[in-house]
């Protein structure tokens, strides 16, 4: 991945101190009592579950705005919510009016429930937007913030569609924009970053990264596999807070990223229903440590998993992961101080870890073809147009690991995989970092 990272001050995205953006109510023409609004206001900070979800259709229009610029009930709703499962039972039940009712009053929690349908969060997060920027009372942190996933929506003529699947506005920030329809989608692909990437900084740029592995996808169409649906989709999750420097020795923010990440891949897997897609985890950096963790929880399962860059993780042998037999796949660049450290437990790139290491040393490799790919080099470089790596992560997200070229099949060694740290992930700091050519 490439991007220009910079170092904030951040909260944890469970921190129910931090500021919501205000979204104006809309609909205050059955204004209650205030006793009432109190009672219903704490009746919603209180409820959980199921019991959330239905205290919300039976909330007025005042008390649902409230409840949405409430930060106990927001923080409810996106740390503890309720399953995408129970989330898509209970709003396929509801009538067109209340679900509109809801979207219209409480965009913020209706925004960010994994199980309510693509669009309709994508309205929900789009009108928090466009409230936030608007509003003279944000600030200019979260303003900046904003404006990063304004940029990162923008879509040119021509160009895929865009879906804002996430927005909270706590703290540092998390947002997920999908190209593409994931909905429809033959193959989705959920693109995980590492350390330094935070919404205000890297937004904009990581979804252009995400466009450049939906580009690649989008040529291979001749060659994927069959799969249920059409056409691809890359959702770009910034989901969790990821480290710097201060605290990326700590698996703290791995487990609760891996936790968010098993919801966002349930959340589309229930509105798939029958109907799944091929689903792909493509993990960076730290994020592979994330999606590792998730992928070993029994929580959530992947059709393939590509790790780039990887400090490892307490994962000891890819047969532990809930991904496809021989679905595994990892790279480590010339030059990238991270692969292959073992910061974190077991380098997946181990031969005792079974999976398959994709051949990325340095120089230009020819395709059968004719074409000719740049190979990466640092850290940063795997996800750039023209590498070899880039093309062969999306062989891979559309069912043909098989064509990846110049690939070393490990099938279970002797080397126990475990490397001791060294301080060279201090080489890995936020200025080094590249910009888009």
Not at 44 to 64: F, I, K, M, S, Y
Not at 150 to 159: K, S, T, V, W
Not at 335 to 345: E, M, N, R, T
């Amino acid at each position: 991945m490439h991007s220009l990272g910079v170092v904030e001050s951040s909260v944890l995205p469970g921190d129910t101190s931090s500021a919501v953006v205000h979204v104006p109510d809309t609909d205050r023409s059955d204004t209650p009592a205030r006793s009432d609004d109190r009672a219903s206001l704490d009746r919603l900070r209180a409820a959980r579950g199921r019991g959330l979800l239905d205290a919300l259709v039976a909330a007025t229009p005042a008390q649902l705005s409230a409840a949405d610029q409430d930060s106990r009930v927001v923080a409810t709703a996106m740390d503890e919510p309720p399953s995408a499962a129970v989330v898509a039972a209970w709003w396929s039940g509801l009538d067109g009016r209340t679900q509109t009712r809801l979207a219209r009053t409480a965009p913020v929690v209706v925004g960010c429930l994994d199980g309510v349908p693509v669009a309709v969060r994508d309205h929900a997060n789009r009108t928090v937007l466009a409230a936030g920027l608007a509003d003279p009372r944000t600030d200019a942190s979260q303003r900046a913030m904003l404006g990063q996933v304004r940029d990162a929506l923008h879509r040119a003529p021509g160009a895929p569609p865009k879906s804002l699947v996430t927005l909270d506005t706590r703290g540092a920030g998390r947002a997920a924009i999908a190209i593409g329809d994931l909905t429809t989608a033959a193959d989705v692909t959920v693109l995980v970053p590492g350390m330094f990437f935070t919404v205000t900084g890297q937004m904009d740029d990581f979804i252009a990264t995400a466009g450049d592995l939906y580009d690649e996808q989008a040529t291979l169409a001749p060659v994927a596999a069959p799969a249920s649906g059409t056409g691809v989709a890359v959702l770009a999750w910034l989901g969790y807070r990821t480290p710097d420097l201060s605290n990326v020795l700590s698996l703290g923010l791995a487990d609760t990223g891996a936790s968010r990440l098993e919801r966002t891949v349930e959340g589309i897997r229930t509105l798939r229903d029958g109907d799944q897609p091929r689903l792909g985890i493509v993990a960076h950096s730290y994020g592979s440590t994330t999606a590792l963790m998730a992928l070993a929880s029994g929580r959530m399962s992947a059709d393939s998993l590509t790790v780039l860059g990887s400090p490892g993780s307490d994962v000891r042998r890819a047969s532990e992961l809930s991904v496809a037999a021989g679905q595994v796949y990892v790279g480590g660049a010339h030059l990238d101080p991270v692969a292959g450290s073992g910061y974190f437990g077991t380098d997946p790139a181990a031969s005792s870890f079974g999976a398959t290491v994709l051949d990325l040393a340095g120089g230009t490799v020819a395709r059968a073809d004719g074409d000719v790919f740049r190979r990466p080099v640092g850290h940063n470089d795997y996800l750039k147009p023209g590498t070899a790596s880039l093309h062969d992560v999306a062989l891979i997200a559309v069912g043909r690991g098989d064509l990846v070229r110049d690939a070393l099949h490990h099938h279970g060694g002797d080397d126990g995989g475990d490397v001791q740290p060294s301080l060279d992930l201090y080489l890995v700091r936020p200025q080094d970092l590249q910009p888009r050519d």
